[in-house]
């Protein structure tokens, strides 16, 4: 089907924003399109300088052969630092108080938008490292999870814990739990992860890093190799933290059940990663 310049854009834009991470050879439009690979790149470089201006991300050409285009997700700190922002206001609000200090996260992990947008932000920290698979334990982190792994364009591994017949043969290990200090039992069943993948952990909620740790312990039974650890929320004033390589969105420094007041602050991400050294490490490792 031939397609007028201003269709081809769309057309291209779309099939792009919707495959991050994946290379796609310029044969593959041509063909789409039945137009030369000449058009082909004027086009894609209308595109990247589009999604560079907007901050959407922008587009990697890989040379050779095998080549091709990568579509790169990224946000722009201004971006990150407004949502994180609104993020702080959202988790700060007292109604959301539980008893033992527990905070309901729960409309949050449940609103598409939201979870769309800390997928994003993980994605632009974590884009320059090789990542094969995201890996979170049941249940809250699993929607942070699949959002972080739609713009890696990777698959999900859910540890679990308990054991599941549909899973067939598990690996299960026991860990330290780093804030009841008991001894509990997380599993991963055999088929979902490759020995020797790299692998990106996300979580909803740290306190010492007890299960996160767990997670790292049991990837060493798969011989895999921990590309990074992104969590949406982590808690301050830990006697002791077992994890100290992550990424956080927001921390939560304070709460006072009396008075209902709950004191969020930024967590890590703007101390560990600067975004715009994200965009030119892309080049470099890529």
Known sequence: MKFRRSGRLVDMTNYMLHHPHSLVPLTFFSEKYQSAKSSISEDLTIIKETFEQQ??????????????VKFIPKVEANEAKQFIAELCELIAKPERL??????????LLG???????IGRLFATVFSNRKIDVVMTVATKGIPLAYA????????????????????????????????????????????SLKEGSNVLIIDDFMKAGGTINGMISLLEEFKATVAGIGVLVETEGVEERLVDQYVSLV???????????IHVTEGTYFQIVNTKEIGEELYEDR
């Open 55 to 68: 901050g959407i991300g922008t587009l990697l050409t890989v040379p050779g052969a095998a080549g091709g």
């Open 251 to 261: 921390k939560l420094a304070d709460v006072d059940v009396r008075e209902r007041n």
């Open 98 to 107: 539980l008893p033992g200090g527990y905070l309901y996260l729960t409309d």
């Open 148 to 191: 972080v792994a739609a713009q890696l364009d990777v698959p999900v591994v859910i540890v679990r814990k308990d054991s599941k017949v549909t899973e067939g043969s598990t690996v299960s290990i026991n860990y330290v739990s780093g804030s009841s200090k008991r001894i509990q039992t997380m599993l991963l069943a055999k088929r």
């Open 111 to 117: 609103t598409p938008s939201i979870v769309n947008k």
